[in-house]
Each structure stands twice: as structure tokens, then as C-alpha cells.
Nanobody
Framework: QLVESGGGSVQAGRSLRLSCAFS??????LGWFRQAPGKEREGLAA????????LYTDSVKGRFTITQNYVKNIVYLHMNSLKPEDTAVYYC????????????????WGRGTQVTVS
């Protein structure tokens, strides 16, 4: 089970931290995605469980950071310098996908949290 939190409405240039609490046992990979209205779900960042080598899509490199709290079983997405084009519903995912930054293949999904940047 995956439960996202931390979304909200912010002004451009500000920061937000999203959280995803996961349960049900260890998973090989954790990832963050987003989906804006009328667009496909976009992969943002992924992290192998227990690894410190995340993967990012180019559009968020240098602004977003994925981290993990191993004790609390929470994965975070730290988002800085937010832009209006970052407005979307943000999802966390778990599984063993063939392509870490593409939605197909991720087995488990949270319900999402809305981020609005104005």
C-alpha cells in the first residue's frame, strides 16, 4: 500500500516536500510520477530500495530530489524552484519495472496528491 501526502498550492519559486508511506513488505524500486490534465503520466525520479543512486528525468534534474527514510518506510520527493508547469497530480509507485521512468510496468500505485503552482 502506498499513501502520498504533502501536496498543496504554492507560488512559483517556492518548495514542497511530498511523502509516500509504503507498507506490505520491501519492494525493489520506488518512484515518483506526475500527471497533468490531458497529458500522459510522466516519470520524475526513481530509487532502488536501499540505494543512494537515484534516477531523474531531465525536466526535474537539479530541482527535485528523491530520498528515503529506511526506518519509517517513507520515500520523499523534495521539490524546489517550482514552476507553473509542475502543476499536476503526483503519484508514488513501487515495483520492478523494465523502465524506471515509464509508468507501464510499475505494479503498485498510490492515489496521488495534487500540486498546484501559480
Amino acid at each position: 500500500q502506498l499513501v502520498e501526502s504533502g501536496g498543496g498550492s504554492v507560488q512559483a519559486g517556492r518548495s514542497l516536500r511530498l511523502s509516500c508511506a509504503f507498507s506490505g513488505g520491501p519492494v525493489p524500486y520506488l518512484g515518483w510520477f506526475r500527471q497533468a490534465p490531458g497529458k500522459e503520466r510522466e516519470g520524475l525520479a526513481a530509487l532502488p530500495l536501499g540505494s543512494s543512486r537515484p534516477l531523474y528525468t531531465d525536466s526535474v534534474k537539479g530541482r527535485f530530489t528523491i530520498t528515503q527514510n529506511y526506518v519509517k518506510n517513507i520515500v520523499y520527493l523534495h521539490m524546489n524552484s517550482l514552476k507553473p508547469e509542475d502543476t499536476a497530480v503526483y503519484y508514488c509507485a513501487a515495483g520492478t519495472p523494465p523502465d524506471l521512468l515509464r509508468a507501464p510496468g510499475w505494479k503498485h500505485w498510490g492515489r496521488g496528491t495534487q500540486v498546484t503552482v501559480s
